[in-house]
């Protein structure tokens, strides 16, 4: 057997594991959430996005599905109802401040908060073996930026509860500090990002314009940059940078206003976004999000999964 052949067995395994996973589902979880439960998903018209929102509705609980773009969130919405699942759809730009402004407001004066975020909007310019970082900047400002914007939106309309809110960051593999080919080569910074005691919103920004700004004058090559996918590595790096800060901010709320944030990998999966090439369908890229989502293990925070494991940053 060529490497190329056990490639495809241990792929081929650890789909049937993943099966076995969704036949047993959230079997380790004590149920808190209701049909009163309010789940948010940006990015749900399609893909892992709808997905989520399909199996977050399918356990009852009451799904507000947001899209950048009218006509297609409203049929992907249309599309969930006729199946007879509590979900609506509101119009969300992620990047635009004042469409989430107008998306929170709408969200306060209609149910008055929200007990789950699930941040799933995004892009990817790079498919197949292509590193093209032409579109660098709007990668980062939807990815890193967009979900970020969200974070500081949704995080003051969270319900008091004596389970906590959850917020569920869709990211990546390909942001790992320490992979293999897509490490940050400027060890002293790369410390810094992996240090939560000194972890800052300030150092994640200003490395992400850092590698804007060299990409917009051509010296990002020379940066010590991550060697493939780029511009996407470094908008997942940020974002999961941001999920280990947030954690270490939100961990001293009190007793019922708790809030868990965590990322998690989907896998490559087979959406729009990979041109199709992925291994993996929606419905599995989507389960560990939504098992994140429904964790009842509150000591869960500032955590990077995959497959329903976590995996290091």
Same mark, same amino acid.
Request: with cysteine.
């Given at each position: ?82 199946? @007879? ?17 107008? =998306? ?11 007990? %789950? ?27 890193? =930026? ?38 940050? @080569? ?124 976590? %995996?290091? =940053?």
């Amino acid at each position: 057997m060529n490497k190329k052949e056990r490639s495809k067995e241990r792929r081929e395994k650890r789909r049937e594991e993943i099966s076995l996973l969704r036949t047993i589902p959230y079997s380790d979880h004590q149920k808190w959430w209701s049909s009163d439960t309010t789940a948010v998903v940006t990015g749900a018209n399609r893909g892992i996005g709808f997905e989520i929102a399909h199996q977050l509705a399918l356990q009852g609980l009451t799904v507000i599905l947001t899209s950048r773009d009218n006509a297609v969130g409203e049929e992907a919405t249309k599309v969930l109802q006729e199946g @007879g699942l509590n979900v609506v759809f509101h119009q969300l730009d992620v990047v635009d401040l004042s469409s989430v402004k107008l =998306f929170a407001d709408w969200v306060q004066q209609n149910y008055g908060g929200i007990d %789950i975020l699930v941040n799933n909007a995004g892009i990817n310019f790079n498919q197949g073996s292509e590193n093209s970082v032409e579109f660098a900047e709007q990668v980062i400002v939807t990815n890193y =930026f967009g979900t970020k914007n969200m974070i500081k939106a949704m995080i003051p309309l969270v319900r008091p509860s004596a389970s906590g809110a959850r917020i569920v960051n869709v990211s990546s593999r390909l942001g790992r500090l320490n992979g293999r080919r897509n490490r940050i @080569g400027d060890i002293t910074l790369r410390q810094q990002l992996e240090d939560v005691d000194t972890l800052s919103e300030e150092l994640i920004d200003r490395t992400v314009n850092k590698f804007v700004e060299q990409v917009k004058d051509g010296s990002w090559t020379a940066g010590g940059w991550p060697q493939t996918y780029t511009d996407y590595s470094m908008s997942k790096l940020a974002v999961n940078a941001y999920t280990r800060l947030m954690a270490k901010m939100l961990s001293d709320r009190p007793e019922g206003q708790k809030v868990h944030i965590n990322c998690y990998c989907p896998g490559w999966v087979k959406t729009a976004m990979t041109g199709w090439e992925g291994h993996t369908s929606p419905e599995e890229g989507a389960d560990t999000g939504v098992w994140l989502a429904l964790l009842s293990d509150q000591s869960v925070s500032g955590k990077f999964f995959a497959e329903r494991r976590e %995996i290091n =940053f």
